[in-house]
């Protein structure tokens, strides 16, 4: 049975990208740096680092150090937002987001991830260099839309997630996804934090997972240890989608930040303005200094499920373990 299972968690993902079990590591902004990025590649899954909180050169620097810390496949996020307007913010942020680019291409990083955005001629760029491209989702539409730029991997990502999220529940969007798109591989991200959710990914056709929150609360996660017990301490009816953060829906703790910007809906900006003035300085508030009350601090559902503080590869062997226990206890294979 054991062996039933091992091949079980060995999807075409793995193949794909040559990684070990089908366990990604999502970006998230200013926590997902270099040390998470590594661990989580050393212990067999997709480490991710987020652009989001970087300069381009910052960036290339943390390529390199995860680099220096795995030998192993492991990807750049990079949000491709689309922005309204005009404006010193929206120009900083087109700016910057062509610099992320850039060096993601110039570095050869072996997979780019589009958040937010869709990556439209950047794939094929990245094809031509050997990359794989994968892409976030929150409805069939984009997914369809990623298809057809030939991303290679679709993250059809639910509303349970942590960050910006879309409108539908993720065991209705992932079957939804996985049909629309077949046979192009899927991942299922948010409201993921153990093997059973993996195992459900599996079941509802992903090719792997896209987990956030579960690794926020490891020990190399980039973040203030106020941020990481506070979702050790939550349970799951603990956040609130706002567009308070950056001028998207995104799901926080709820706190007095979101509680304060519930009464000033109408002075919320659009992308990227709401972000540059006000969400970067709230998520450095939070996530790096520990004033949770105060701050953004971005989180999903699956903090319910979340009961403790580990290494990032505890924490994929942990998923990994579970997973097999389920599918043994299943049947799975017969
Ligand atoms: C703190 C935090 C920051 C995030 N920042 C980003 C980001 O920069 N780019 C991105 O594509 N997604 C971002 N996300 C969303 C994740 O990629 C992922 O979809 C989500 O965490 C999955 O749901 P989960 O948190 O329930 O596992 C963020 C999520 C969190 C919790």
Redesign the pocket.
């Known amino acids: 049975m054991a062996t039933i299972a091992k091949d079980a968690l060995h999807t075409p993902l793995c193949d794909l990208l040559g990684i070990q079990y089908p366990i990604c590591q ?6 997902a740096r270099s040390d998470l990025a590594a661990a989580v590649s050393e212990a067999g899954g997709l480490g991710v680092l ?1 652009a ?1 909180h970087c300069t381009p050169s910052e960036l290339r620097a943390e390529i390199r150090r995860v680099r220096d810390g795995t030998n192993r496949p492991f990807g750049v ?1 990079i ?1 491709f937002a689309t922005t309204q307007g005009a404006g010193e913010e929206v120009e900083r942020f087109t700016e910057m987001a062509r610099g992320w680019i850039d060096v993601t291409l110039d570095e050869r990083v072996p997979v780019l ?1 589009a ?2 955005g869709t990556p439209g001629p950047v794939t094929a760029e990245a094809h031509r260099l050997g990359m794989k491209v994968m892409a ?1 989702c929150g409805n069939v539409k984009q997914a369809r839309d990623h298809a057809a730029g030939g991303v290679d991997v679709i ?1 059809a ?1 639910g509303h ?5 999220t879309g409108r539908v529940g993720g065991l209705v969007l992932v079957p939804a996804v996985v049909d629309a798109v077949a046979p192009r591989l899927v991942l299922a ?5 153990d093997g059973r959710g993996l195992v459900a990914a599996l079941a509802l056709g992903a090719a792997g997972i ?5 690794f ?1 609360a490891t020990r190399e996660a980039y973040g203030h240890d106020n941020y990481k017990r506070k979702i050790v301490a939550i349970d799951e009816e603990s956040t609130v989608v706002t567009r308070a953060s950056s001028g998207k829906p995104c799901r926080l703790i709820r706190n007095d930040f979101t509680r304060a910007w519930e009464k000033r809906e109408a002075e919320i900006q659009p992308f990227p303005v709401q972000f540059e003035r006000v969400g970067k300085p709230a998520s450095i508030r939070a ?1 790096e200094q520990g004033d949770i009350e105060n701050g953004s601090a ?5 903090a319910g499920l979340i009961h403790d503080v580990r290494p990032a590869r505890e924490v994929v062997d942990a998923v990994v373990a579970e997973a097999r226990a389920v599918l043994a206890g299943l049947g799975a294979g017969g």
């Open positions: 999502a970006g998230m902004g200013f926590v987020a989001a996020d949000l991830i958040g937010l976030l993250i990502q349970e997630a942590g960050g910006h991200a948010g409201g993921i934090a896209w987990m956030g929150t579960r926020i996530r971005a989180c999903g559902q699956s």
